[in-house]
């Protein structure tokens, strides 16, 4: 781990996770990459050491942790392979509104499973609704014996390999969450038109059809039509974490480069001699200690439960325009090796920029955060 970057939290288990990055998920990063395909090994031997469950409490299975601990975990993860740290994502997505919302027999029933690798997708966006998810085509009708789902989610990412999926859709009351598993009949996935993007690419963002699947009372996940409020609750945790994700693509852009530019030379000199070099990287590294910094405060008030849609929403506006900035900059000074396709520089750039638009685009972040501001002013 280069020692530039300061430890902010939990030193014992940055060492260990940035082990497991380094011998495990480095080596598999263009890989995955390279192939668009889910990481299922790599997964399950995340779920062995503990990392699908950093912040699950105990009692389900889990290691107990912060929501420090896990942005730990996800700025090494995201260093090593943005793909399989979106992997994660979904993981924890899933884990976080069962955990908050679900019924004590849902948590019961799914809770357990993620400590032994469950693997979950998160699936609310559909073809004709992205940021807003306050009115879906896809409709749950309630019945004697549960409830039963008819529609089609797409861009799903993980749901290649998802064992669980949670599913907005809406019912008469509104939009309300549902923990759909993957063997239901009527579930089916196909890989479409919305399926390969160029960044984040971890198999195909499959869409997710459902004919008449009926799931049991208690897979309604906490209230009927407060599914907006909860999944809004839960991005507001995953936030974070993608912005520890860019964080980590900032800092492996930062160090593939500077590395580059220690040995390079022109003119004579190294490529880090010449000072309009050094200004590149001391702008990027103030840019990127400054979103370090934001997103573990932002980390600590969710665990302090205190203002928590603007400082997530801040954290992940400015970790995933800093990681744009480092790999872009990266791939100019390492000339015209940081255009090769052997380079890791072009996939930093593309995983940065996707992750400007998943998980919430930039645009919607801002809005969340003037909304904060307006709040704030008026109360
Ligand atoms: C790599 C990747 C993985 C994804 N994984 C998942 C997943 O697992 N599950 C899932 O459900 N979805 C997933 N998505 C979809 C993602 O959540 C949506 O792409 C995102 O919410 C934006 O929706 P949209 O693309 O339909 O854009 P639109 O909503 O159509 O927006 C288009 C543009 O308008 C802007 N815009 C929209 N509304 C406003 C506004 N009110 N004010 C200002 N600007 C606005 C947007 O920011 C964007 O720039 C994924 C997307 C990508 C790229």
């Not at 598999?28 to 950093?54: H, K």
């Not at 160029?198 to 059809?209: A, E, S």
């Not at 049991?216 to 809004?232: K, N, T, Y």
């Amino acid at each position: 781990m280069n020692p530039m970057w300061r430890t902010l939290h939990a030193p014992d288990l940055e060492a260990r996770i940035w082990k497991f990055v380094h011998e495990h998920v480095v080596p598999a990063a263009e890989q995955i990459d390279r192939d668009d395909v889910y990481p299922t090994e790599l997964i399950e031997s995340l779920a062995r050491e503990g990392f699908t469950t950093t912040s699950l409490p105990t009692a389900y299975g889990g290691q107990g942790g912060t929501h420090r601990d896990a942005l730990v975990v996800f700025e090494a993860i995201g260093y090593g392979s943005a793909a399989l740290a979106i992997s994660l994502i979904t993981i924890y997505q899933s884990q976080t509104i069962i955990h908050d919302y679900g019924t004590a027999s849902l948590k019961e029933r799914y809770l357990p499973a993620y400590s032994t690798g469950l693997k979950a997708a998160y699936a609310l966006t559909e073809a004709g609704h992205g940021s807003d998810i306050n009115h879906l085509d896809t409709k749950a009708t309630r019945t004697d014996r549960g409830w039963v789902i008819n529609g089609e989610k797409a861009f799903i990412t993980s749901g290649s390999a998802a064992e669980l999926f949670v599913v907005l859709a809406e019912t008469d009351r509104g939009v309300s969450a549902f923990a759909v598993p993957c063997d239901l009949a009527g579930i089916s996935t196909y890989v479409g038109a919305t399926a390969t993007t160029f960044g984040l690419r971890n198999g195909p963002h499959i869409n997710l059809v459902l004919d008449n699947v009926e799931v049991p009372l208690d897979h309604l996940i906490g209230e009927e039509g407060a599914g907006v409020r909860q999944a809004v609750g839960t991005l507001a945790h995953s936030r974070t974490l993608a912005a520890g994700i860019s964080l980590g693509i900032g800092r492996a852009a930062i160090d593939g480069s500077l590395e580059f530019a220690s040995g390079r030379e022109a003119f004579g000199q190294k490529v880090l001699d010449f000072q309009g070099i050094q200004w590149y990287f001391s702008n990027l590294v103030t840019q990127l200690d400054a979103a370090r910094l934001l997103t573990y405060q932002a980390a600590q008030d969710l665990d302090d439960g205190i203002q928590i849609a603007r400082s997530t929403s801040e954290a992940k506006l400015m970790a995933s325009e800093v990681a744009t900035a480092a790999a872009s900059t990266a791939v100019q000074v390492c000339g015209a090796r940081g255009t090769m396709e052997s380079a890791p520089f072009g996939r930093y750039l593309r995983d940065a920029k996707a992750y400007e638009i998943a998980g919430g685009s930039s645009e919607v972040l801002k809005n969340t955060i003037g909304k904060s501001l307006l709040r704030t002013i008026r109360d």
